[in-house]
């Protein structure tokens, strides 16, 4: 949608840079400019004490009220990188002033969903593709985030699958709980 907005009604949005011209806000602008076709950039040095208004003219009444909506919209649609809060997470980064605790578990579901989904997508083997979970000899590892909830579940459902099927790795009993589990799905 943002390369759509930019072929439709132009740039009306500001990305930002560090000192370094590493982009700390704007990713998908950059990348949305990419496939619009728009390359040239002016850099506008600022301190934060200042607002950085963009002027745009040349725009009908139709081209303005769409740039407000795409601009908004757009926002709605943006989706965060699971791997760089992560990444920011175990740096030692504090998200709690970002999001609720409620956010932050609804995040790491769907961070746990999309890993599940990468999993069962996975080739199987002989296969070739890299996006294969890591493998060593007959086994293999994959990994998903959870929440402190999500990984309490996961564990005692593992302890009784164990129990239930008789098995005594987790790999054997999380294998036979998705397994009966399958089974009664059509």
Known sequence: MVADSLKQV???????????????????????????????????????????????????????????????RTAELAEWNIEQLDADRNAGLDLKPFWTEEELETLASKASADAIVGIAEAPVEGEDDAAAPVTAGDFQTFSCPLSLEQERTVRAALRKARHVFEVTTAGDALTAALQAWSATIP
């Open 10 to 72: 132009g740039a009306g949005r500001s990305i930002v840079l560090d000192e370094t011209n590493t982009i700390l806000a704007g990713n998908g602008v950059v990348e949305g400019a990419e496939h619009a076709g728009i390359s040239k950039v002016r850099i506008i040095d600022a301190e934060g004490d200042e607002l950085i208004a963009v002027r745009r003219s040349n725009l009908t009444p139709e081209q303005k009220r769409a740039l407000a909506l795409f601009d908004n």
